[in-house]
């Protein structure tokens, strides 16, 4: 049976090898992406992109592992989720954009987006600009709120779609080729990455800005 379309836990796939369980808190997905496979994998980051509250970093682990066993296709599993990234994300903007803060205190308590949590995220994302759009993607709590809260501000879609597909290429391709290498390992290898992950791309994203100031200072010189 072909991989992701339902094949048993214990099936075996690439060179006779089965595919290891799934380590830890990802043990839980093993039954989902058992069944659905890569429908799983986009679904489940859609979702969590909007401000549905689901596994969405975690699904991308545990397809990550199995790709690495051979029971799904890495390079699949990495645009299917870019995809669904991007798009969850332009669909929160949408809501932001075209609801504001009203319908986002009306409704976000259904998804724990409370008034208390969006105000707070609302003012960080204020702080730092458009650049935390891509290093929001690796926050929890922004990543769901992310396209909302630049929906909610007024920032102009073309600019947001850049910063979000980036930060979506950054994520999936940080988390899926982690996975897929360090197979089993992942929950270790994931919780000493984390720790120091938001110092690192801050420092990238006040980088990426400050060529950019340069790149636009040096225009109007030159004009």
């Known amino acids: 049976m072909p991989p992701g379309t339902g094949a048993p836990i214990g099936a ?13 808190p990802l043990a839980h997905l093993a039954p989902l992406l058992g069944h659905y496979g890569y429908w799983a994998v986009g679904a489940v980051v859609l979702v969590e992109d909007f401000g549905v ?3 969405g970093e975690t699904i991308l682990l545990a397809a990550g592992v199995y790709a690495g066993a051979g029971r799904l296709n890495v390079v699949a599993v990495a645009l299917i989720a870019f995809a669904a990234a991007v798009v969850g994300d332009n669909i929160g903007y949408l809501i932001g954009r075209v609801g504001g803060r009203a319908f986002v205190h009306r409704w976000g308590r259904y998804v724990f987006l409370t008034p208390e949590r969006f105000a707070a995220a609302e003012a960080f994302f204020g702080r730092h600009g458009g650049q935390i759009v891509s290093v929001a993607r690796f926050i929890e709590g922004l990543r769901q709120a992310n396209g909302i ?24 391709g940080l988390w899926t080729t982690l996975a897929y290498v360090v197979g089993s390992h992942i929950t270790t290898v994931y919780d000493e990455v984390s720790r ?4 690192v791309l801050v420092a990238a994203a006040v980088l990426i800005a400050a060529f950019a100031v340069r790149h636009v200072v040096r225009r109007r010189r030159e004009h």
């Open 196 to 199: 120091y992950q938001l110092y």
């Open 149 to 172: 809260i630049a929906g909610t501000t007024g920032m102009h879609w073309r600019r947001f779609l850049a910063f979000n597909a980036l930060g979506a290429a950054l994520w999936v």
């Open 12 to 24: 075996t796939y690439r060179g006779g090898m089965s595919a290891p369980p799934l380590p830890g």
């Open 53 to 55: 509250p689901a596994p």
